[in-house]
């Protein structure tokens, strides 16, 4: 259901805009489909419908079940026609020529759809359901996708690497209100409440904005679990809490933040001090982000940061860059340094690496590098985030694979010493600019003092 606000605010020109640049570049005939809600336990109970990243791109509206088709002059926007019982079950539905009016675009029922010529390109929405429509539309299979498929994602990728006006626009909306959540989420924490209340706190901030998610939150005191979606935990005395949420704005552009914090509003000697070691790598990799600057070169920076930091407390031993070259810093930061941010939380990530790493590029096979989602050279309104972390997971420190690779560069003696650290992430989103990099959610505090003046407050 498009609410009758989105449909008054809705900016024609932006997306007329976007799709002639995607014309510009794109001769083909092109279908982007919105997708479909997906069921939640029964069809009449679905999940919030969340449309397609490249169609919401193109036309702005979540429209369930639309097919954008685009050839050359003549673009049309297919939609479900309201049903007769629309209106009893969902409100007010825009007719086709509300729609019409709204977009600037000629818009027909799906029932006329007109068939597409053997070559057409597609943009595949999630979702088996909507895939076989697509797929029957195209009269084709859909996998392996084609070269005009592959023409048409390039192209795609393209304009949405550089982020428009617009779209900085809503990064920004997205940025304040992931922020808002996070002091949100310290402010409620104190000994004793539940991971669940804290997350409440912070998801409730985004929904008083009219905003969601981007992604699933991650609020929990197991913080070195790198994607733990469990709020089941409570904050005891001495915990660090981890917070990786961000804000989904209406026309559905991400931000992505993390902070640590300590529980009782104070951090030990030990989280200080890694603390400060991923704050320092944080800070250091930030201003790296500069136009022409190789994103991996970026991210073995903040690998060599941390490193460094780890020989200074102990816990490593050796020479940086070969703990580095070798990948023992992995042992305690094994994921990437970031990612691009978009409209997905990971931006086009639908499309794999080939969004992700510039032609010629290939994913390192080494654990840590491996996981880098990004290995592209900045250019000016690219966002990315930069999030550095140390972690201790339990079943990395014992693995065999990655004691031979460390040989006796960790010193699991002193490491013993910080066992009140599970898991460290500072995460803010960073939009390269010609000059300096500008740090969207730069409101929300990440110094110890500060943070920890946050926490209950
Ligand atoms: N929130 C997911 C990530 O940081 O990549
Ligand atoms: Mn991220
Ligand atoms: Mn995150």
Redesign the pocket.
Known sequence: MIDADALRAHDASLFAARRARLLATFAGEALIPAGVPFPKNYPANPFPFRASSHFLYLVGLPLPGAQLVLRGDDTTLYVEAPAADDELWHGPTPSLDDLARVTGLRVAPLDAFAPLSPDAAVLLPQGERARVTAAGLLRREITPPTDEDLALQDAMIALRLVHDAGAIAELRRAAEATVAAHRAGMAATRVGVTEFAIAAAMEGELMRRGMSTS?GS?VSVRGEIL?NHSHAGTAKEGDLLLA?V?AETGLGFAG?V?RTWPVSGRFDGPQRALYEVVLAAQKDTIARCTAGTRYRDVHLAACRAIAEGLVGLGILRGDVDELVADGVHATFFPHGI??LLGLD??DMEDLGDRAGYAAGRERSTQFGLGYLRLDRDLQPGMAV?I?PGFYAVPAILRDPERRRVAKDRIDFATLEAFASVRGIRI?DDVLVTDGAPEVLTAALPKDAAAIEACVGA
């Open positions: 992604y991650i994607h990786d961000g992505d993390t970031g990612h939380v990971h985030t999030e995460e």
